[in-house]
């Protein structure tokens, strides 16, 4: 799956993060860091959101719904 993604150069290096992952960010000294580690985070953060989701929705039924893209 493709990720886009925001990068900012600062003093200490570069900046990253995620727009469609609220909270998703991280950093490194060369912007190719920076990438390297924005998809650890990436992956930490889906990782984390379908283990919140199955909690809270043990008890609960589920259903999917496809949304079309402008």
Wanted: include cysteine.
């Amino acid at each position: 799956m493709r990720y886009k993604v925001s990068l900012k150069q600062s003093e200490e290096g570069y900046a990253v993060w995620c727009p469609g992952l609220p909270g998703c960010w991280s950093q490194g000294r060369t912007e190719d860091e920076a990438l390297e580690n924005i998809k650890d985070a990436i992956e930490l953060y889906l990782e984390t959101a379908e283990e919140l989701s199955k909690e809270l929705s043990k008890d609960k039924e589920s259903r999917y719904v496809e949304v079309g893209s402008a």
